[in-house]
């Protein structure tokens, strides 16, 4: 149940781990040096250090080095020679109850497609230097951004094909309809020698709605006049997603769920989890404890998660003595009968699956007892 130390360090622990060891082996050498059994004794905690922990910290930074992520820089750059002469369409989208996209696009005059270029730029320019991770259905950190392949998000495909059939006569969109928007797009076309390349920018859509019970107006000369609240749109200075050559940036996480409607995806996805766990036999009142997985959000991401790590669920259940280790040490709600582990109650979903998960761990330095805040 405890990973080996190596695997559990990510390279936001690699400069800090190394820093601390150095601490370590100076006041060593302070402590130790003035006797020969102290320089023994350090010299050999040197070597130790070099043997195990500096290669494993250094081959972690390396492969965190060789992922690639997609280069802000390079696409504000991209955009930045759009300006002037920008080929820029504005979609406004929403799905309907039938699962179908359906988008519209209104006219937009040369000027304003600047400022939503400008509004893009500056955007990506505020999160460029943020870190980037593989995308995490269960969550990421604060000022953090996300990277997925656009083929792995559930519903884009559709949304570009709705893009695609987008109705252009605004006579044919009802107050109603625009007032069920859900977000906007972006479409990009920069120009190569073979043909274009496309950037989608989403980002949901405010719809003012804390003036439904208020109102907005304007001065026309000496006359305010009030503005309908369901004929307006909002588009602030943030975009949620990027993508760009086959690659998906979420700069915001909630809007990802929400714009292409994760939640029917994740619960699929969760259900073949379970159905794994299931086959192990490893819990008692299985049945329940499915029903009452799939009725809990936090849940659902979490089993969404493990497709990716199926190995985890046999190895749980293979290394029981492990189990009951993590039990005790974390005093975790949960009973055991023999190699199972028995479901009583709602307050469990989360420790039993972060066990599945293998959650619980104890750090290197400081051998304290921790959970995977991400599982």
């Known amino acids: 149940m405890y990973s080996t130390p190596a695997l559990q360090l990510t390279s936001c622990h690699y400069n800090s781990l190394i820093l601390s060891y150095a601490r370590h082996l100076y006041m060593r050498a302070i402590l130790l040096s003035h006797s020969e059994v102290g320089r023994c004794g350090f010299l050999e905690f040197?070597?130790?250090?070099?043997?195990?922990?500096?290669?494993?910290?250094?081959?972690?930074?390396?492969?965190?080095?060789?992922?690639?992520?997609?280069?802000?820089?390079?696409?504000?750059?991209?955009?930045?020679?759009?300006?002037g002469n920008v080929?820029?369409?504005?979609?406004?989208?929403?799905?309907?109850?039938?699962?179908?996209?359906?988008?519209?696009?209104?006219?937009?005059?040369?000027?304003?497609?600047?400022?939503?270029?400008?509004?893009?730029?500056?955007s990506l320019d505020h999160v460029k230097e943020y870190p980037q991770e593989e995308y995490n259905p269960v969550g990421v950190a604060d000022q953090t951004l996300e990277k997925i392949d656009s083929n792995n998000i559930n519903n884009y495909t559709e949304i570009v094909n709705s893009i695609n059939q987008e109705i252009r006569d605004s006579s044919k969109i009802s107050t109603d309809e625009i007032a069920?928007?859900?977000?906007?797009?972006?479409?990009?076309?920069?120009?190569?020698?073979?043909g274009y390349e496309e950037i989608h920018i989403l980002r949901r859509i405010n719809k003012m709605s804390n003036l439904r019970k208020g109102l907005l107006g304007e001065f026309?000369?000496?006359?305010?006049?009030?503005?309908?609240?369901?004929?307006?749109?909002?588009?602030?200075?943030?975009?949620?997603v990027v993508i760009y050559n086959g690659e998906a940036l979420v700069l915001s996480h909630i809007s990802l769920e929400r714009i292409f409607d994760l939640k029917d995806h994740f619960k699929d996805t969760a259900k073949k989890a379970l159905n794994i766990v299931k086959e192990t036999k490893g819990i008692e009142n299985f049945d329940q404890f499915y029903?009452?997985?799939?009725?809990?959000?936090?849940?659902?991401?979490?089993?969404?998660?493990?497709?990716?790590?199926?190995?985890?669920?046999?190895?749980?259940?293979?290394?029981?003595?492990?189990?009951?280790?993590?039990?005790?040490?974390?005093?975790?709600p949960i009973n055991l009968n023999g190699d199972k582990i028995?479901?009583?109650?709602?307050?469990?979903?989360?420790?039993?699956?972060?066990?599945?998960?293998?959650?619980?761990?104890?750090?290197y330095i400081g051998e304290e007892d921790r959970v995977d805040a991400t599982h």
């Open 46 to 83: 040197f070597r130790e250090f070099c043997r195990t922990i500096y290669p494993s910290c250094r081959s972690v930074a390396s492969r965190h080095r060789r992922r690639v992520f997609m280069d802000i820089n390079n696409l504000i750059q991209r955009l930045e020679q759009q300006k």
């Open 87 to 122: 080929d820029l369409t504005f979609y406004l989208s929403r799905k309907r109850t039938n699962n179908k996209y359906y988008s519209f696009s209104p006219d937009v005059d040369p000027g304003l497609k600047e400022e939503l270029l400008d509004l893009v730029i500056s």
């Open 180 to 194: 069920r928007l859900d977000f906007y797009l972006l479409r990009i076309r920069i120009a190569k020698q073979d």
């Open 220 to 240: 026309r000369g000496q006359d305010f006049i009030k503005l309908e609240p369901h004929h307006l749109i909002g588009i602030d200075s943030n975009v949620d």
């Open 291 to 332: 029903e009452d997985c799939l009725s809990d959000g936090r849940v659902i991401r979490a089993f969404t998660k493990l497709m990716n790590e199926e190995e985890k669920v046999e190895r749980c259940f293979q290394n029981f003595d492990n189990v009951r280790k993590v039990i005790k040490i974390f005093e975790l």
């Open 342 to 363: 028995v479901y009583e109650n709602k307050d469990q979903l989360m420790e039993i699956a972060r066990l599945i998960r293998d959650s619980y761990y104890q750090s």
